[in-house]
């Protein structure tokens, strides 16, 4: 399975962006992480189809919502309220579809995820 993101770029610190990503198979969970220089990567959000079930890190919520088609594999992340610390690489990640569905508490541990996208840039400024 290959996952495609597209979306990042440069924006104003109270702005907005729509990050996509779509997988080219069969998924059961897909969400997003990101790496900010000299950090190690984080969770942002994921959602499990079955359920349609949201998790976000905190530092998000209220501001990012995470959706997506799972008939289509493909995940979004709209951004609202960008502040100058979401700066970082985003990458889309899936989890197998032929895998056991995934325990919400684990939504957000890398390890739970079997695919991984090519990471794309979002910048804000101030």
């Known amino acids: 399975v290959q996952l495609q993101a597209s979306g990042g770029g440069l924006v104003q610190a109270g702005g907005s962006l729509r990050l996509s990503c779509s997988a080219s198979g069969h998924t059961g969970a897909m969400g997003w992480f990101r790496q900010a220089p000299g950090k190690e990567r984080e969770f942002v959000a994921s959602?499990?189809?079955?359920?349609?079930?949201?998790v976000y890190t905190d530092s998000v919520k209220g501001r990012f919502t995470i959706s997506g088609d799972n008939a289509k594999n493909t995940v979004y992340l709209q951004m609202n309220s960008l502040k100058l610390e979401d700066t970082a690489v985003y990458y889309c990640?899936?989890?197998?579809?032929?895998?056991?569905?995934?325990?919400?508490?684990?939504?957000?541990?890398?390890?739970?995820?079997?695919?991984w996208g090519q990471g794309t840039l979002v910048t804000v400024s101030s």
């Open positions: 959602i499990r189809w079955s359920g349609r079930n949201t």
């Open positions: 990640a899936a989890r197998s579809g032929d895998r056991a569905r995934i325990i919400i508490s684990a939504m957000s541990d890398n390890r739970a995820y079997d695919y």
